[in-house]
């Protein structure tokens, strides 16, 4: 069993910003993949970004991909989320998701990190 745990969010304002960190612990093997999702109030859950590993390969939601970095370090069983230029409708609830494989869907799930952005 993989447990994922979220650091990094907090209340900034328009234009910092912030980068969200999520350790993988508890598993044999690094997932494969380990991503982000974000659900802000009132609405659906969904994908920022995620990066599958070792060899490297970012994917990223449309609306993020201009501000948004994902990263990961392999060693350390981490994924990074590097977010620039925050803006109000970033506020949500962030989340860490891996996969053991690429062609299963994310099962493993952090608590979730809060982003507050304030104008």
């Known amino acids: 069993q993989v447990q994922l745990v979220e650091t990094g969010g907090g209340l900034v304002q328009a234009g910092d910003s912030l980068r969200l960190s999520c350790v993988a612990s508890g598993g044999t093997a690094s997932p494969a993949t380990m991503g982000w999702f974000r659900q802000s109030p009132g609405k659906e859950q969904e994908f920022v970004a995620d990066f599958m590993g070792p060899a490297g390969s970012a994917l990223y939601a449309d609306s993020v991909k201009d501000r948004f970095t994902i990263s990961r370090d392999h060693a350390k069983n981490m994924v990074y989320l590097q977010i620039s230029s925050l803006k109000v409708e970033d506020t949500a609830i962030y989340y860490c998701?891996?996969?053991?494989?690429?062609?299963?869907?994310?099962?493993?799930w952090g608590q979730g990190t809060q982003v507050t952005v304030s104008s």
């Open positions: 998701a891996a996969r053991p494989t690429a062609a299963e869907k994310y099962r493993y």
